[in-house]
């Protein structure tokens, strides 16, 4: 098979996204999932979540780097690759659980407080 180049690929992109139909989106929606036509790859999962950006401190950053490179390595290429942003979401999950468990308000660091 022939590899594309990029500007095809850009191109091909564009006018996809022209063709689409457009619809209304509420701020912090996410898109809709689309199935995609057979023979075509499907989505990455990450192009279907609403971006928001985070700062973090660099002691977060770096451990969060390292966890995710040593659970990459620990899984041997099974799977899905983990990202920092894959930890995010799953540390955002989690609080979420638990805050439905516990049906009340979180206990604060002090830097918030």
């Known amino acids: 098979m022939k590899r594309k180049r990029l ?3 850009v191109r091909e992109e564009a006018e996809a996204l022209e063709e689409a139909p457009t619809r209304e989106e509420k701020p912090g929606e996410a898109p809709p999932a689309q199935a995609s036509p057979p023979g075509e790859r499907p989505l990455p999962p990450y192009l279907t ?3 928001k950006e985070c700062r973090l401190r ?3 950053l770096d451990a969060l780097t390292a966890l995710a490179r040593r659970l990459n390595r620990e899984r041997k290429g099974k799977g ?3 990202t920092e942003n894959t930890l995010i979401r799953w540390a955002v999950d989690l609080l979420l659980e638990k805050l ?3 049906n009340a308000s979180p206990h ?3 830097e918030v407080q």
Do not use: C, G, N, T
């Open 58 to 60: 660099p002691d977060q």
């Open 100 to 102: 439905k468990e516990e």
């Open 108 to 110: 604060l660091p002090k």
């Open 80 to 82: 899905e690759r983990i």
């Open 7 to 9: 500007a095809e690929l």
């Open 49 to 51: 979540y609403v971006r």
